[in-house]
Nanobody, 123 residues
């Protein structure tokens, strides 16, 4: 199973980025997908998740109102739109496939992990 995360880059505070996570239809279609991140020297943390059909989403408090997770079931891609980026959003962002149709913030609820895409927020 391969998950391909893309869209990271360098952005100034207040800017926006859209991350994408692509996989095969078999990997994605019936499972939740989550985004996690790990900043230098810190533990990996939950960012957002979306249910198999997009009907249920969860967000970490630190990104609520700024980030939006969505999925395109035709393209087998999950997106993370990140607005109003802050210095503290700098991290390696990973996408992961959930064990079930709906998954929350616990990393144990995910089984396949991508390699990550780096987001750097700096002036």
């Amino acid at each position: 199973v391969q998950l391909q995360a893309s869209g990271g880059g360098f952005v100034q505070p207040g800017g926006s980025l859209r991350l994408a996570c692509a996989a095969s239809r078999r990997t994605f279609s019936n499972n939740a997908v989550g985004w996690f991140r790990q900043a230098p020297g810190k533990e990996r943390e939950f960012v957002a998740s979306i249910s198999w059909n997009g009907g249920i989403t969860h967000y970490a408090d630190s990104v609520k109102g700024r980030f939006t997770i969505s999925r395109d079931r035709i393209k087998n891609t999950v997106y993370l739109r990140m607005n109003s980026l802050k210095f503290e959003d700098t991290a390696l962002y990973y996408c992961a496939v959930g064990l079930r149709a709906v998954s929350g913030p616990q990393s144990s609820g995910y089984r396949y992990w991508g390699q990550g895409t780096l987001v750097t927020v700096s002036s």
